[in-house]
């Protein structure tokens, strides 16, 4: 793994050994240093250092479940679940700003609490009956009483690539975003498809390039709200462009040099790079040799 990747490096002990154990699930609730983490909804808060803030169980909100996320330092973590909330898929600005805050670590763990909670959230209703499903596992998953199946978290793949050709890479951007901003292409893994397959797709639907070598740089966890970003370079056949304008507002190829502006927030840089925690940021830092 690479350590500059966002969202990755979190001080977590998962404890799966423990989720099926009564026991110590009752003596982890039941221990005075017990931590909650403060949520406003789906999104953390922060101190003035960018850490997350903790607080005791006895702050459980009425009506939530705790779901045990593990230990840290020896204390048992944990996470509130409110099963009647929903959320959209829009984060806010404050979200962002939060995000540019903290630390690797905090994000990282932070990462795992939107994910899990946003599944329970999503998930309250078996697929395979449609009767309510119950927490078991201490909050790693469900289970429906009617017919017994088992529901697990999801993690959807999805390849982020750079496209190369003679020296420079493809990058796109999509029209919601920031003016001026720049990031590589993505998209989802289909079913029956391998990553290799999924980046040339994807870069041919996406930009008409076709692409061969595709070769692995980094993965991390994106939540939102629950993907596996799968970082990859590969080479591009020619530089002709032909966009799917449902996805792409633009196209460019950049050079090292202008990929190198970007990064480092040059006020003459030709594109705007994506924000450090995303991929995309250390995608094009390990293409350009940083």
Not at 195 to 206: G, M, N, Y
Not at 220 to 233: D, E, G, T, V
């Amino acid at each position: 793994m690479r350590a500059d990747v966002g969202f990755t490096g979190a001080v977590l002990d998962r404890a799966d050994r423990e989720r099926n154990n009564p026991e110590a699930l009752t003596a982890a609730l039941g221990d005075w240093r017990a931590r909650l983490l403060r949520l406003d909804g789906l999104e953390p808060e922060i101190d003035g250092e960018g850490q997350l803030v903790w607080t005791s169980l006895a702050d459980l909100p009425e009506g939530s479940e705790p779901l045990f996320l593990g230990y840290i330092g020896g204390k048992p973590h944990f996470a509130p679940l409110a099963m009647g909330e929903r959320h959209g898929v829009t984060r806010s600005p404050a979200l962002f700003q939060m995000l540019g805050l903290m630390p690797a670590d905090q994000a990282g763990l932070y990462a795992c609490v939107r994910s899990l909670v946003d599944w329970h959230q999503r998930n309250g209703f078996c697929p395979a009956c449609g009767t309510a499903t119950e927490l078991f596992r201490a909050g790693w998953a469900r289970r429906c009483p009617s017919c017994a199946a088992e529901h697990f978290p999801r993690t959807d793949p999805v390849v982020i690539m750079l496209a190369e050709y003679e020296g420079r890479a493809l990058l796109g951007r999509q029209a919601a975003w920031p003016a001026g901003r720049y990031s590589a292409l993505a998209g989802f893994v289909e079913v029956g498809e391998s990553i290799e397959e999924a980046v040339a797709r994807e870069t041919l639907e996406e930009a008409g390039v076709a692409v061969r070598n595709v070769r692995y740089v980094a993965s991390q966890p994106w939540p939102f709200p629950s993907s596996l970003m799968i970082a990859c370079i590969a080479e591009a056949e020619g530089d002709s462009l032909t966009l799917d304008t449902h996805e792409l507002e633009d196209a460019i190829w950049v050079t090292r040099e202008e990929a190198r502006a970007a990064l480092g927030g040059a006020a003459d840089a030709r594109f705007g790079a994506p924000p450090h925690y995303a991929i995309a940021h250390s995608l094009l830092r390990a293409w350009v040799g940083d």
